[in-house]
């Protein structure tokens, strides 16, 4: 790329003439090539100011790979913006969801103002009703997960709004809607754990503080007050005696720690769960079933094959004794990846065993996603056994 190139490239970062920089840098692929390849060389060095333009630049285009290149190379997300819009206001506004997914990813912070006032937030919703992109819907509910401050007003204001997009419409005002509810229940369920409190009613306290964490624990960023609130009501069950009570809250809580990505703290939570039922449960009922699958689970994404194989066929038979025709959907997963294992150990013998009970409980349920699961698992077993 001739110097010239160099100069005026540095003039559109300069003058936020981003689309016209990736068209003379020879379109999306050429763009991703050269910035990278001047900073490569050291050509930004004396232009700092210009870098994180660059980054702005490729936030705007959605050039996801190159702008994730450059903060692994420690540009600011929101130093470039001269434009009055920085990378991740950009990314919102243009509807790059891959790009905004990946910026929430490194937790970048959420509330800050491009020059209009606008955060980013504030950002996807102008940018839903003025500039609509098929991805704002996915994107305005990726930011709420991740804990953008959404002002009450919001849920009046967009159903006032002309959207140009009747999809966009009811996509948000139907997530703005449950936001608004779910706010409402937590409060609510803030003011039961209060009143708990004042009770000295160790019980009334439990299930107060057990309903609030199943409440924090519908949105991502709230998790962990769901986890502090659950871990109360676990001593507190502890300490009434109430074992299984117990042990459902810490199964909660290695849940939150497993969408989180926290397998070692799921695993232990899960643990500890299924051995409270394992010591005092008397009954065959779905509370223990699940017990035993979530830890299979897990340890399975751990690596502990043997560990988790053992736990799937202990689930799979508490799931065949659930009420009169077992749970289907619970034995067939279990069933499912039973046959996984057994394919992977290239025991076919075993393999077609379990694969049949896993398609017959499939047929016996009415769950799109278990059926979804049983077939991804029939396509590998009949590639496997040629059946």
């Known amino acids: ?142 930011l709420i997960e991740a804990g953008a401050v959404v002002d009450p007003g919001y849920n009046k204001w967009w159903k006032e709004q002309n959207v140009p997009d009747p999809d966009t419409k009811r996509k948000i005002g139907d997530m703005l809607q449950h936001l608004a509810g779910l706010e409402e229940k937590i409060e609510a369920a803030r003011t039961e754990v209060a009143n708990a409190e004042a009770s000295d009613s160790k019980a009334a306290l439990a299930a107060s503080l057990k309903a609030l964490g199943g409440l924090l624990r519908r949105l991502p960023f709230m998790r962990t007050g769901s986890n502090d609130a659950y871990e109360r009501a676990a001593s ?65 994404r751990l690596g502990k094959r043997d560990e988790s194989a053992k736990l799937w066929e202990e689930a799979h038979d508490r799931y065949v004794k659930i009420g009169p025709g077992g749970l289907g959907e619970g034995v067939a997963e279990a069933a499912a990846w039973l046959t996984i294992f057994a394919l992977d150990k290239n025991d076919l013998e075993l393999a077609r065993k379990w694969f049949e009970q896993a398609r017959k409980a499939s047929s016996a349920s009415d ?21």
């Not at 059926?371 to 991804?376: G, L, N, P, Q, R």
């Open 236 to 300: 507190l069950y502890c300490e009434l005696g109430l074992p299984l009570d117990e042990a459902w809250v810490k199964r909660h809580i290695g849940i939150n720690h497993e969408y989180a990505g926290r397998l070692e703290d799921a695993e232990r939570m899960y643990d500890e769960a299924l051995a409270l039922y394992r010591q005092h449960a008397t009954d065959e009922t779905l509370d223990y079933a699940n017990a035993v699958r979530y830890p299979a689970v897990v340890k399975n």
């Open 1 to 142: 790329m001739t110097s010239d190139a160099w100069t005026e490239t540095l003039r559109d970062l300069d003058e936020g003439n981003f689309t016209s920089l990736q068209e003379l840098l020879g379109g999306p692929d050429g763009f991703d090539r050269q910035i990278v390849d001047w900073h490569d060389e050291g050509r930004f060095e004396q232009v700092p100011d210009l870098l994180a333009e660059a980054l702005s630049c490729a936030c705007m285009l959605g050039r996801t790979e190159t702008a994730e290149y450059l903060l692994d190379n420690g540009v600011d997300p929101y130093a470039g913006m001269k434009t009055g819009l920085s990378g991740p206001h950009y990314s919102v506004s243009g509807g790059h969801f891959e790009t905004v997914r990946m910026l929430l990813d490194r937790n970048i912070p959420l509330e800050v103002e491009n020059m209009y006032g606008g955060t980013l937030f504030g950002q996807a919703m102008w940018s839903a009703l003025h500039e609509h992109s098929p991805g704002h819907p996915a994107i305005v509910k990726a």
């Open 367 to 387: 769950d799109p996603e278990t059926h979804k699961f049983i077939a991804e698992v029939e396509a590998r077993f009949r590639q496997a056994t040629g059946d």
